[in-house]
């Protein structure tokens, strides 16, 4: 999933909202529906990227935007400022007790979203352009190869329209980058050489074997309204593109990183900057959702790292791993469970991972009685960022072209065994592939809500997958499977040990190997450094859904249902925590 950009929260007496139709005291009020529906297809309308990933326009107009790209000017993000600032300035105009508490959820997530979109601005020069987890070049590729629709003929040509723009927005980016770093923000010299040697492995090989070009001619293969013929003159056309506009272009950006690159120093977190500490509490609001410090959130982080490490040790003991450390004995059990043989062993993993997701499907029919209709499948990361990226989840198309997608990357030469399961769990169901593909089909959301025009922080959604990773051991799915219930612990521990290296990393002034040092893999340390706060956002999230699920229960007794609860987080889709408190609340008083 694309994450949001760095940027401030709201105070949280904008959550203090009755945010749920239950025991709602006031009607809906048709002028605010209007306004937010017409602002939100408005705010779609200035982003062609983010409207062709839900389609949200009506046809003739979502196809002139298909043939376009967001822009990546400062003139463009001056734009979105001024229209947010303009919208809170219409928003305030509703007196919030006219409104139904449905419509009060929605304006309190409108408010949360749009002020961090000025509050951002600030803190803009903290945002690599070009790193390595959803930097521009990434993104790029992964939405044009991935998510840009190619069901007929008009797709292609709407593929082919946005491919030719590719060298404009990368020549936008580089400008950006820049400029920032003529006000000293330069990426950490090991974050820049993981950069460069993405743009080596893109550039890598002739044009027709390039991933805009290659990309194109497998999905187009089975189109019915194209031709043998047809598909190789398109073929033709995005190659011819990638090689006289795209390659240049990114071959421009890999220029400016090389003449960095002496620039720049070992310095990995936002405490070595100045204002980096009120960019990292910005960061740590933004995605918590809270008012959480970063000394609050180091402490949570010990304390659940201790708790987690002594039930695993029970559970290695009882594998006959005594000797070293947790963390050492969960290694020694990952690297005894690795493939055997000399073949590839990535099918098999797949595979896999298959089995694990059906498994789920089943499963969850006991603690859900709300799934999605979409389904979910598992596909391999791409080669481009499969060394760097981690594993996540795309949601599914409206129209049903596209499935919810885990996508987990598989680099080797080892491989996370033990985890796999609970990565399902987490990724797919009944984590994110419930999370988001539920919103979205949800007929009671306002379509601004169920396509996450204005969404609630990543607390929520990465809170949720979390806790999903939980019902599964609380249920039993592990039964049977101590490995893979240390998977699960071992994945708890790993989002509490990341509340203690991200705030090591942007507060303490950690460096880059006292992370590694940690216990945490290269990989993740580096995307700690060009996200800072988000990893937060996990543990912080979970916790707080359990302490929501924990307070219903005690006040509901034996009127308390699992099933519900979870049908009320999952419809009311992506708040804030402190609004997602504020509907649990109103739920549990219209059960009692």
Same mark, same amino acid.
């Given at each position: 999933?694309?994450?949001?950009?760095?940027?401030?929260?709201?105070?949280?007496?904008?959550?203090?909202?009755?945010?749920?139709?239950?025991?709602?005291?006031?009607?809906?009020?048709?002028?605010?529906?209007?306004?937010?529906?017409?602002?939100?297809?408005?705010?779609?309308?200035?982003? +062609?990227?983010?409207?062709?990933?839900?389609?949200?326009?009506?046809?003739?107009?979502?196809?002139?935007?298909?043939?376009?790209?967001?822009?990546?000017?400062?003139?463009?993000?001056?734009?979105?400022?001024?229209?947010?600032?303009?919208?809170?300035?219409?928003?305030?105009?509703?007196?919030?007790?006219?409104?139904?508490?449905?419509?009060?959820?929605?304006?309190?997530?409108?408010?949360?979203?749009?002020?961090?979109?000025?509050?951002?601005?600030?803190?803009?020069?903290?945002?690599?352009?070009?790193?390595?987890?959803?930097?521009?070049?990434?993104?790029?590729?992964?939405?044009?190869?991935?998510?840009?629709?190619?069901?007929?003929?008009?797709?292609?040509?709407?593929?082919?329209?946005?491919?030719?723009?590719?060298?404009?927005?990368?020549?936008?980016?580089?400008?950006?980058?820049?400029?920032?770093?003529?006000?000293?923000?330069?990426?950490?010299?090991?974050?820049?050489?993981?950069?460069?040697?993405?743009?080596?492995?893109?550039?890598?090989?002739?044009?027709?074997?390039?991933?805009?070009?290659?990309?194109?001619?497998?999905?187009?293969?089975?189109?019915?309204?194209?031709?043998?013929?047809?598909?190789?003159?398109?073929?033709?056309?995005?190659?011819?593109?990638?090689?006289?506009?795209?390659?240049?272009?990114?071959?421009?950006?890999?220029?400016?990183?090389?003449?960095?690159?002496?620039?720049?120093?070992?310095?990995?977190?936002?405490?070595?900057?100045?204002?980096?500490?009120?960019?990292?509490?910005?960061?740590?609001?933004?995605?918590?959702?809270?008012?959480?410090?970063?000394?609050?959130?180091?402490?949570?982080?010990?304390?659940?790292?201790?708790?987690?490490?002594?039930?695993?040790?029970?559970?290695?003991?009882?594998?006959?791993?005594?000797?070293?450390?947790?963390?050492?004995?969960?290694?020694?059990?990952?690297?005894?469970?690795?493939?055997?043989?000399?073949?590839?062993?990535?099918?098999?993993?797949?595979?896999?991972?298959?089995?694990?997701?059906?498994?789920?499907?089943?499963?969850?029919?006991?603690?859900?009685?709300?799934?999605?209709?979409?389904?979910?499948?598992?596909?391999?990361?791409?080669?481009?960022?499969?060394?760097?990226?981690?594993?996540?989840?795309?949601? +599914?198309?409206?129209?049903?072209?596209?499935?919810?997608?885990?996508?987990?990357?598989?680099?080797?030469?080892?491989?996370?065994?033990?985890?796999?399961?609970?990565?399902?769990?987490?990724?797919?169901?009944?984590?994110?592939?419930?999370?988001?593909?539920?919103?979205?089909?949800?007929?009671?959301? +306002?379509?601004?809500?169920?396509?996450?025009?204005?969404?609630?922080?990543?607390?929520?959604?990465?809170?949720?997958?979390?806790?999903?990773?939980?019902?599964?051991?609380?249920?039993?799915?592990?039964?049977?499977?101590?490995?893979?219930?240390?998977?699960?612990?071992?994945?708890?521990?790993?989002?509490?040990?990341?509340?203690?290296?991200?705030?090591?990393?942007?507060?303490?002034?950690?460096?880059?190997?006292?992370?590694?040092?940690?216990?945490?893999?290269?990989?993740?340390?580096?995307?700690?450094?060009?996200?800072?706060?988000?990893?937060?956002?996990?543990?912080?999230?979970?916790?707080?859904?359990?302490?929501?699920?924990?307070?219903?229960?005690?006040?509901?007794?034996?009127?308390?249902?699992?099933?519900?609860?979870?049908?009320?987080?999952?419809?009311?889709?992506?708040?804030?925590?402190?609004?997602?408190?504020?509907?649990?609340?109103?739920?549990?008083?219209?059960?009692?």
């Amino acid at each position: 999933m694309n994450l949001p950009r760095l940027f401030t929260v709201i105070v949280a007496s904008a959550f203090a909202l009755l945010p749920f139709t239950f025991a709602s005291a006031a009607a809906a009020n048709p002028a605010f529906d209007h306004w937010a529906e017409s602002f939100a297809a408005d705010w779609v309308r200035a982003n +062609p990227t983010f409207s062709t990933f839900q389609q949200y326009l009506p046809a003739a107009e979502q196809d002139a935007l298909d043939r376009q790209l967001t822009p990546n000017t400062k003139e463009y993000r001056a734009s979105r400022v001024a229209a947010a600032q303009a919208a809170l300035a219409e928003l305030a105009k509703f007196d919030r007790a006219t409104l139904s508490a449905d419509q009060r959820t929605s304006a309190a997530t409108i408010e949360w979203s749009l002020r961090g979109t000025v509050e951002a601005d600030q803190f803009s020069d903290f945002n690599f352009v070009f790193h390595q987890m959803g930097g521009l070049h990434v993104n790029l590729v992964n939405f044009l190869t991935q998510s840009h629709p190619i069901r007929n003929k008009r797709d292609i040509e709407n593929y082919l329209a946005r491919l030719a723009l590719v060298a404009a927005r990368i020549d936008e980016g580089v400008v950006q980058a820049e400029e920032s770093a003529a006000r000293g923000h330069l990426m950490p010299d090991f974050i820049t050489r993981s950069v460069l040697g993405q743009f080596e492995r893109f550039l890598a090989g002739p044009p027709r074997e390039n991933r805009f070009v290659a990309s194109l001619d497998e999905r187009a293969t089975d189109l019915k309204d194209v031709s043998a013929d047809e598909r190789a003159q398109f073929v033709a056309a995005a190659e011819k593109i990638t090689r006289a506009e795209i390659i240049p272009a990114f071959r421009r950006a890999q220029a400016m990183l090389q003449r960095q690159l002496p620039l720049t120093n070992d310095r990995a977190g936002l405490a070595w900057k100045k204002g980096g500490d009120q960019a990292y509490a910005a960061a740590l609001k933004r995605f918590t959702t809270t008012e959480m410090t970063a000394d609050e959130i180091h402490a949570l982080g010990l304390r659940e790292i201790a708790r987690i490490e002594a039930e695993m040790d029970k559970l290695l003991r009882q594998l006959g791993y005594t000797i070293g450390s947790v963390g050492a004995r969960y290694t020694q059990l990952n690297d005894d469970l690795q493939p055997k043989g000399s073949d590839d062993p990535r099918p098999a993993l797949i595979a896999k991972y298959e089995a694990y997701l059906a498994d789920a499907v089943e499963r969850s029919k006991a603690v859900f009685d709300l799934t999605p209709k979409a389904p979910c499948v598992v596909k391999r990361e791409p080669p481009f960022t499969e060394k760097t990226a981690a594993a996540h989840y795309t949601g +599914p198309a409206k129209d049903g072209s596209r499935p919810g997608i885990f996508w987990a990357p598989l680099p080797g030469p080892k491989f996370n065994i033990v985890g796999m399961r609970t990565l399902v769990h987490h990724e797919g169901i009944p984590g994110h592939h419930f999370q988001i593909a539920l919103q979205r089909e949800t007929e009671s959301l +306002p379509r601004y809500r169920a396509d996450g025009v204005f969404g609630g922080g990543s607390a929520y959604a990465e809170g949720w997958a979390l806790y999903a990773e939980q019902v599964a051991t609380e249920n039993n799915w592990f039964e049977g499977d101590i490995p893979g219930h240390l998977g699960q612990l071992n994945g708890e521990l790993f989002r509490a040990k990341r509340l203690v290296v991200d705030t090591g990393l942007h507060a303490k002034k950690w460096t880059r190997q006292q992370a590694i040092d940690y216990g945490m893999p290269v990989n993740e340390v580096e995307r700690y450094v060009v996200m800072p706060g988000q990893a937060c956002s996990y543990k912080v999230g979970m916790i707080k859904i359990l302490d929501l699920r924990a307070k219903a229960q005690r006040a509901l007794g034996d009127k308390f249902s699992l099933k519900q609860f979870h049908n009320v987080v999952l419809q009311t889709g992506n708040v804030p925590l402190a609004v997602l408190e504020q509907v649990i609340d109103e739920w549990v008083a219209a059960k009692r």
